[in-house]
Each structure stands twice: as structure tokens, then as C-alpha cells.
T-cell receptor, first 111, second 113 residues
Framework: DAKTTQPTSMDCAEGRAANLPCNHS???????VYWYRQIHSQGPQYIIH???NNETNEMASLIITEDRKSSTLILPHATLRDTAVYYCIVRFRSGTYKYIFGTGTRLKVLA | DVKVTQSSRYLVKRTGEKVFLECVQDMDHENMFWYRQDPGLGLRLIYFSYDVKMKEKGDIPEGYSVSREKKERFSLILESASTNQTSMYLC????????????FGPGTRLTVL
């Protein structure tokens, strides 16, 4: 299984960009990187995913290094509602596709 | 919007009781999943199903069983609840394929006394 390593916690000022790093040095060529977040007492929410290229959607941007061993999730203008636990996940295929969730990064957006 | 609903947000049961957790999705997804979430351990996969009447064990299936009689509904069963099954239970669904995105329900916080 390709595992991920994330910092335990981070703070970010409201209105600033939040950059959340993730290391996945054992990722294989056909494995995608997914990001989810979980706001307190809710189920995880999909944010974005990518394979090789950088990706952007209405929620965030995903930057994947050329060697694919790490990635960064960017929330361009963090708000208080972005306070959550953010999970970086590498897709592992075993019969069907399953996720391996780590313990994530607890992001606190400060007013 | 995909909607995944779970039958209860909070549930309190006694040791030895049979417990049913229900999950329903409204987007015709083939795949459905049950996870449990515990502090410091992240989400762990209990069982998943990729079709009606099909099921596969996840990483921690002991003490649990599942049922999928209809495509939209996936049930998690605790045959004889124990205190170490106190946890947050999360259901998810997805389409099959290379880039399937899992959509999660709000979770059921189960306490076994």
C-alpha cells in the first residue's frame, strides 16, 4: 500500500492561502492522489484528485511534484468554514478500489 | 447532488444486542462501503460491496456482517454488540472505475454500554 504522511496540525489566517503538504514517496504509476476533508461531526467531503498534472476546481488546487512523491493542497482564500481535518489519500486497488485513510492534518483557520 | 443517508445520527445500545445500521444512496452507485472512525486511528474499512448481494471484507470485518439486497441500500449488522464497537460509523458510495469518488453519509455515532 502506498502510504501518506501529513503534518498533524496547521494554522492559517483567514483570507490567506492554506497550503497543506502530503508525502507519498511509495506511490506507483497508476495510483491517484485524493484529498478529502472532514468538518467536525460530519462525514468526509471530497475536494479534489489528480494523477500527474496539477488540478484546480472551485474548492482548491492540487499541485503534484514531477516525481509524484509529494503533493500540496491549496485553499486559495481560507475561511473559518475551512477549519477541518484534511486527508491525503492514495488510491489502492484490491479487487475493487479502496481508500486508505490516515490521520490527516487538522487545519485551524484563525480570525 | 449525490445524497448518502444513514438511519441514525446517534445510537445507544447494550452489550449483546443485535444492531442494524442502514445506509441509502440515491445516485445508482454500484459500490458501497462501511467504515469506522476512531480517534488516532483514522477511517478503517469494515466491508464493501460492488454489486447487489456481493460483499467483500475490508480491513476489520470481525464482529460485523453486511447485507445488500437492493442496489441503493447497504446494511451493517453487529450480531452481538460489544463495548469495543463503540465508534463513529460512516457509509460511502461510489461509481466503479479508475477515478471513482466516494461520497460519504453524515455518520452514526454508536455507543455500546
Amino acid at each position: 500500500d502506498a502510504k501518506t504522511t501529513q503534518p498533524t496540525s496547521m494554522d492559517c489566517a483567514e483570507g490567506r492561502a492554506a497550503n497543506l503538504p502530503c508525502n507519498h514517496s511509495t506511490i506507483s504509476g497508476n495510483e491517484y492522489v485524493y484529498w478529502y476533508r472532514q468538518i467536525h461531526s460530519q462525514g468526509p467531503q471530497y475536494i479534489i484528485h489528480g494523477l500527474k498534472n496539477n488540478e484546480t476546481n472551485e474548492m482548491a488546487s492540487l499541485i503534484i511534484t514531477e516525481d509524484r512523491k509529494s503533493s500540496t493542497l491549496i485553499l486559495p482564500h481560507a475561511t473559518l468554514r475551512d477549519t477541518a481535518v484534511y486527508y491525503c489519500i492514495v488510491r489502492f486497488r484490491s479487487g475493487t478500489y479502496k481508500y486508505i485513510f490516515g490521520t490527516g492534518t487538522r487545519l485551524k483557520v484563525l480570525a | 447532488d449525490v445524497k448518502v443517508t444513514q438511519s441514525s445520527r446517534y445510537l445507544v445500545k447494550r452489550t449483546g444486542e443485535k444492531v442494524f445500521l442502514e445506509c441509502v444512496q440515491d445516485m445508482d452507485h454500484e459500490n458501497m462501503f462501511w467504515y469506522r472512525q476512531d480517534p488516532g486511528l483514522g477511517l478503517r474499512l469494515i466491508y464493501f460491496s460492488y454489486d447487489v448481494k456481493m460483499k467483500e471484507k475490508g480491513d476489520i470485518p470481525e464482529g460485523y456482517s453486511v447485507s445488500r439486497e437492493k442496489k441503493e441500500r447497504f446494511s451493517l449488522i453487529l450480531e452481538s454488540a460489544s463495548t469495543n464497537q463503540t465508534s463513529m460509523y460512516l457509509c460511502a458510495s461510489s461509481l466503479p472505475g479508475n477515478t471513482d469518488t466516494q461520497y460519504f453519509g453524515p455518520g452514526t455515532r454508536l455507543t455500546v454500554l
